[in-house]
């Protein structure tokens, strides 16, 4: 079945600094779907990519699409510390959204 | 208004014991569904309903039965508690399978 995976588990950030986490897809996708879950709370819907090679941005964050729709990234600038959670990319299949294991930043003010 | 409201949000409960939980949505969304988390954050789907069919049962234990009495709520009722079903569960819906869902605020169950 699918399965899709992300890198890295975890990633400890300077303030201010940039990062990107990582996407990989075992089969093609119709679509690529981003989260961010808070601590504690529950995850929100971020964005989803439809179009290979598609590129959008959400003010300091910048998702991307690749061209063979088997991959996605998620790059954020100047990272704040409202940046602080996980962040799950997901993508559909079968009636359901398989979801990576996700990316859990920690911020250093 | 909630767009997703799970009730409750803590259950503390004995092994062995019965429990439901509730969740409705307001969004008008044809599909629902119920995702675990476990203690290392990995979101897995239980069950997926559209239009109060049930269309997945991914290999969840039958002590776990879903309900979908109308399109707008689905709820969770798990018989036998086991320690391991101790995690955060999540109600969630779509307007169809493959686009963006809106998650419930979550259930932690914990199994004593």
């Known amino acids: 079945g699918q399965q899709v995976m992300q890198i890295p588990q975890y990633q400890h950030v300077q303030e201010g600094e940039d990062f990107t986490t990582y996407c990989n897809s075992s089969t093609t996708l119709s679509n690529i779907q981003w989260y961010k879950q808070r601590p504690g709370g529950h995850p929100v819907f971020l964005i989803q990519?439809?179009?290979?090679?598609e590129v959008k941005k959400q003010k300091r964050l910048t998702f991307q699409f690749g061209e063979a729709k088997k991959n996605s990234s998620l790059h954020i600038t100047a990272t704040q510390t409202t940046d602080v959670g996980t962040y799950f990319c997901?993508?559909?299949?079968?009636?359901?959204?398989?979801f990576g294991a996700g990316t859990t930043v920690t911020v250093r003010a | 208004d909630t767009a997703v409201s799970q009730t409750p949000k803590y259950l503390v409960t004995q092994m062995g014991n019965d429990k439901s939980i509730k969740c409705e949505q307001n969004?008008?969304?044809?599909?629902m569904y119920w995702y675990k988390q476990d203690s290392k954050k990995f979101l897995k789907i239980m069950f997926s309903y559209n239009n109060k069919e049930l269309i997945i049962n991914e290999t969840v234990p039958n002590r776990f039965s879903p309900k979908s009495p109308d399109k707008a709520h689905l709820n969770l009722h798990i018989n036998s508690l086991e320690l391991g079903d101790s995690a955060v569960y999540f109600c969630?819906?779509?307007?169809?399978?493959?686009?963006?869902?809106?998650f419930g605020s979550g259930t932690r169950l914990t199994v004593v």
């Open positions: 969630a819906s779509s307007p169809t399978s493959t686009y963006g869902y809106t």
């Open positions: 990519l439809v179009k290979s090679g």
């Open positions: 969004l008008g969304h044809d599909t």
């Open positions: 997901a993508g559909p299949n079968d009636y359901k959204l398989s």
